[in-house]
């Protein structure tokens, strides 16, 4: 009967003695490619690094398989999975990341929804006339549409002077300005709560999409009484292609995740949900940018562009520039969210 093999002894002083200039070696390598990129590395390193790489493996099987102390183990594990990352990894910095987000991974994200923002957008439009028509045939409607302090004076008992008034700013370019701030945190309070609360079978996300939208038909309905139709239309177009843009947008990646819970198919449903829920959280991530802009537009139109015609001109150039940037082609490549 045989006695099982005992365990190599390895004298760790002379083993580390004889390794430990190139585990340096690797040690610097990697921590210059962590701290400043690939760029960093002479032709001389590049050279070296797989082979310091390999040697360093092979000292860590003796230490696994020996009678070496455990902190060396664990160095040389650390050092290993440290190299092995900057090998076979994909190393990007976040400027890379960022450009590689605007080039494909959003307008990507973007086009696999297409579909929830057609529903999205139908339902906004649907909304916005039933709201113009509500107030329109009787503009007690508006108090029950529009939450109470966002109109600001802006509602069917204000004269037509008024109303002009808060178009083009005048003497009351600080109440304006509250205004304006206050539907701007209105409209990103919508198309936040609308992908958040996705995961709630859709329902609260399609009620907010409809919510807005009753409101947008509300508010223009009360100018167009006055005869500021256009005007307001104009005054809303500038910053409004971007901002209601971005609500249908949110919608819609709310949509795409209520409906992966709802009807998962053959995959688990948690599982499917989280997997839809990243490539939605790319399309949101946009929409926050574009909330911004429209924030940015909307600043501009108040305060300098007073021509209804420009205003129109900027809002349409906006629209034609998102659809453009979103649903140009991109190649055959399938949407990959890191």
């Not at 509300?218 to 500021?228: D, K, N, S, T, W």
């Not at 399309?283 to 007073?306: C, D, H, N, S």
Request: hydrophobic content about 55%; aromatic content about 12%.
């Amino acid at each position: 009967m045989s006695l099982p093999a005992e365990p190599v002894l390895v004298n760790a002083s002379r083993f580390r003695a004889t390794h430990e200039l190139n585990w340096k070696q690797l040690d610097g390598i990697v921590s210059r490619i962590e701290r400043r990129g690939i760029g960093a590395l002479t032709e001389d390193d590049l050279l070296m690094l797989p082979l310091l790489y390999r040697s360093a493996l092979s000292a860590l099987s003796v230490a696994r398989e020996t009678s070496l102390d455990r902190a060396l183990a664990t160095y040389l594990e650390a050092l290993c999975t440290r190299a092995y990352f900057q090998i076979y990894g994909v190393p990007t910095s976040f400027w890379t990341q960022l450009r590689a987000f605007f080039a494909r991974g959003w307008p990507l994200a973007v086009q696999a929804l297409w579909r929830e923002t057609l529903v999205s957008f139908l339902l906004t439009v649907i909304a916005a006339l039933t709201g113009y028509l509500l107030v329109r045939h009787d503009p007690s409607f508006f108090y029950a549409i529009m939450p109470d302090g966002l109109a600001g004076g802006r509602d069917p008992s204000a004269s037509a002077a008024a109303l002009r008034e808060t178009l083009y700013g005048g003497a009351d370019k600080d109440g304006l300005a509250v205004f304006a701030t206050a539907l701007f945190t209105h409209n990103a309070q919508i198309a936040i709560f609308a992908f958040a609360l996705g995961f709630a079978f859709a329902i609260p996300t399609a009620m907010l999409v409809l919510y807005n939208g009753l409101m947008l038909g509300a508010f223009l309905a009360v100018f167009a009484a006055r005869g500021l139709g256009f005007e307001a239309g104009g005054w809303l177009f500038i910053h409004g292609t971007t901002e209601i843009f971005s609500i249908i947008l949110s919608g819609a990646a709310g949509f795409r995740i209520g409906t992966a819970i709802a009807f998962p198919g053959r995959a688990a449903r948690t599982d499917f949900a989280f997997s839809v829920g990243r490539q939605a959280s790319v399309a949101m991530a946009g929409a926050v940018v574009m909330l911004i802009l429209a924030g940015l537009l909307e600043g501009i139109g108040r305060q300098t562009v007073q021509s209804d015609g420009l205003r129109y001109l900027i809002g349409a150039t906006m629209l034609v520039g998102w659809l453009a940037y979103f649903y140009l082609p991109r190649g055959k490549h399938a949407l990959a969210i890191p």
